[in-house]
């Protein structure tokens, strides 16, 4: 069960994630299921404008598709994104470490090409309707983005890990073959994703890639999500911040104009 301060997060998380965004783009929000080219179904969230040049995919934390999952889409899709948020847990979510430990584990038993066919499912909805895409992922989403990116290296035209580990394990020759920029956002105090990223920068310098770098001073791991170690680790100002760089680079990467993000 969540504790009260826990429970109260949620609304503090959806001011800062609305603070910015353009409310006067007209949105629609709603759960949705997509059909893969194998005739397997994926569960996914799609938010903004229908007529958004510029999509974004998302991918979920270990928790699954929470209360800020859906925040973060629907600050996304406000600003006038095509945004879709892959359920990777078909559903579930959790609310608790070991829950989630148990839903990440049970994904990653799954063979990777049944994980690949959902990414490409929701990458193919978005190609469909959009011009330009990104992907992003937080903690354990942030290697299955660039995976996502990696099933598309040229339609994919921005990438961005947030706290996320194991991106270290790429080789040089896939990392050779993206065609996007990529935005790596965590915490200095973040052991795990700090130690990720030391580990990929070199790589991508031997694959001749760029990477853009965001750390937070004294932010720890998961410092966006309210859910993660009951709440110890949120920094409401590492993520009011962060959610301005992400902006900024998804601005000068997916449409140079807020204006071109939509037509018609």
């Known amino acids: ?19 910015t965004a ?11 299921t997509l059909t893969s080219a194998a005739g397997s179904t994926v569960n996914a ?17 270990w928790f699954g598709f929470s209360d800020f999952s859906r925040a973060f889409a629907d600050r996304l899709g406000a600003q006038g994104y095509r945004v879709l948020a892959i359920d990777l847990y078909a559903g579930r979510s959790a609310t608790t470490h070991a ?8 994904l990653f038993s799954k063979a990777p090409s049944e994980i690949n066919t959902m990414l490409q499912t929701g990458l193919d909805y978005l190609e469909t309707t959009t011009d330009k895409v990104a992907t992003i992922g937080f903690s354990m989403g942030g290697e299955i983005a660039l995976r996502a990116t990696l099933l598309e290296p040229d339609s994919v035209d921005a990438t961005i890990v947030i706290y996320g580990g194991g991106i270290e394990n790429r080789e040089v020759s896939d990392l050779a073959r993206l065609k996007s920029q990529v935005l ?3 915490g200095s105090k973040d052991s795990w994703a700090m130690s990720s990223l030391m580990a990929f920068i070199p790589k991508m310098d031997a694959a001749n890639q760029s990477t853009e770098v965001y750390i937070y001073p004294g932010a720890n791991h998961a ?19 962060s959610w301005m760089v992400i902006d900024d680079f998804l601005e000068r990467h997916l449409k140079n104009n807020k204006d071109d993000r939509i037509e018609g």
């Open 45 to 61: 969230y799609v938010t903004g404008h229908e007529n958004a040049k510029s999509g974004i995919f998302i991918v979920h934390d």
């Open 184 to 186: 790596i956002v965590t």
């Open 22 to 32: 353009v409310l006067a783009v007209e949105v629609t929000a709603q759960p949705i």
């Open 99 to 106: 829950e989630a430990q148990l839903l990440m584990n049970d």
């Open 223 to 241: 410092y966006a999500q309210p859910l993660y170690a009951s709440g110890a680790n949120y920094n409401e100002t590492a993520t009011r911040v």
């Open 1 to 19: 069960m969540i504790n009260s301060f826990m429970r109260n997060l949620p609304f503090l998380q959806y001011a800062i994630l609305l603070s």
